[in-house]
């Protein structure tokens, strides 16, 4: 049974237990994040589901978290619908975060929507003020584990990030994306990449 078909069996109770944390004061919500990853694996998925449609801005539905995801700002994420998290991902949305639907984020990967500022001087570069950028995520990527995708950076739809890659500027749609800093190195349909326009980021779907 895919994940899909069992969220939808499993709907009412995850409405049910959805409802019964609403009083929950956020402080108690994220203690009982990182509590969740003491539960049964379906167990934790499940609690955590809940869990995150409390704490975010927005988020759809059948959305797995692993266990150990770290979450930074989770009321500035947007987040569609059939998204998988994998196990120890570091997601900070400080400068905000949209993830499209059917996007899947393996494990060990970092979403990081700020930088640090080194403008003044008279400050150590960790006391600097920290600049927000927006990540966009278009509907289905693939992000392959232990990448890195660094603030104002935009991922257009049907594009895959290559494992182990720090993304620094706009990825196109329907691309493969790989190395340090990510470059498209080829087309989803198989072209090389310099026939896809750069930049065109398409993310926003």
Sequence with gaps: MRGRDKFGRFLPALRLLETMLRPLPRPLLQWLWVLSDGLPELAGVAFRYCLLRRLA???????LVGRSVELKYP???????????????????????????????????????????WSDASLPIRDN???????????????GCGVR????????????????????KPVGSGVIAAGVPAKAVKRIDGQAAAAWPRGDAGARG
Excluded at 129 to 143: E, L, N, Q, T
């Design 75 to 117: 009321e500035r994420m947007t987040i569609g619908s059939n998204v998988s998290i994998h196990k120890q991902c570091y997601i900070d949305a400080y400068g905000g975060l949209m993830i499209g639907d059917e996007v899947s984020i393996a494990h060990q990967s970092s979403l990081v929507s700020f930088q640090h500022t």
């Design 57 to 63: 801005k927005s988020c759809g539905d059948n959305v």
């Design 149 to 168: 995708v660094l603030a104002g950076v935009d991922i257009g739809a049907r594009s895959i990030v290559a494992a182990g890659a720090v993304v620094t």
């Design 129 to 143: 003020p920290v600049a927000g950028g927006m990540i966009r995520i278009g509907r289905d990527v693939w992000i």
